[in-house]
């Protein structure tokens, strides 16, 4: 009943490996793609910055002062 739990572990190294690639230089330009980008549209985001930050308690660990109306 050993062996069970060993070939689970083995299996599911196995699959976790494939996981792993190296990318080579020539390929690092498909991932630095814009649309690869986190934030693919940088005006909106820095729209959408704008808005959570206009909201009321909406900026982690600071305070933000307003109702979130946008009447201060």
Do not use: Q
């Not at 792993?20 to 693919?40: G, K, Y």
């Not at 009321?56 to 305070?63: F, L, N, Q, R, V």
């Amino acid at each position: 009943m050993r062996s069970i739990p060993t070939v689970l572990l083995l299996i599911a190294l196995g699959v976790a490996a494939t996981g792993c690639a190296r990318v080579s230089p020539w390929e690092r330009d498909l991932l630095a793609r814009r649309d690869m980008a986190w934030e693919p549209d940088s005006l909106e985001a820095k729209r959408e910055s704008h808005v959570y930050f206009s909201k009321e308690a909406s900026m982690p660990g600071g305070s933000g002062g307003g109702g979130g109306c946008g009447c201060n």
